[in-house]
């Protein structure tokens, strides 16, 4: 059976790098689900969840904005964050959420509601990952 070269980087360092069978990814169009043989397409890549199917099991990751690079054998990944479900810290996450929720309810420059408004998607993004283990 034919695999996908799954890379996934950030700024800091290289957090995911193996063969798997599928992706799932959250792209600004919703969901998108890559298989091997896969049409060649670069888009965007939304905060949110992604999976990597290996073997028939599911490791879930997740990710901040950023690129994906899709090629017939190779997914690669470029991202703000990327943090694998085993990885997260649920309190803080949730911390990390009401305070941008907070902040959010604040008079803010343009420039600094976008960056609270990252730091809640990605918290939001590490909440849906977390949670969904239990």
């Known amino acids: 059976m034919a695999t996908l070269k799954l890379e996934i980087v950030t700024p800091e360092a ?7 069978d599928m992706v799932t990814l959250p792209g600004v169009e919703g969901e998108m689900g890559i298989f091997p043989m896969h049409v ?5 890549v939304v905060a949110g969840e992604l999976v990597a199917r290996m073997g028939g099991r599911d490791y879930f990751l997740a990710v901040g904005e950023g690129f994906v690079e899709i090629t017939g054998d ?12 085993d990885d997260i810290d649920e309190s803080k996450a949730e911390e990390a959420r009401k305070r941008a929720e907070a902040r ?10 976008a960056t609270v408004q990252a730091s809640l998607m990605h918290s939001l ?5 977390k949670r969904r283990q239990r």
Do not use: H
């Open 14 to 20: 290289r957090i995911y790098s193996a063969d798997v």
């Open 40 to 44: 060649p397409l670069m888009t965007q």
């Open 74 to 85: 190779r997914v690669a990944v470029m991202t703000d964050m990327a943090i694998k479900a």
């Open 104 to 113: 959010l309810s604040e008079k803010l420059s343009d420039e600094e509601t």
């Open 125 to 129: 993004a590490q909440l849906k990952v």
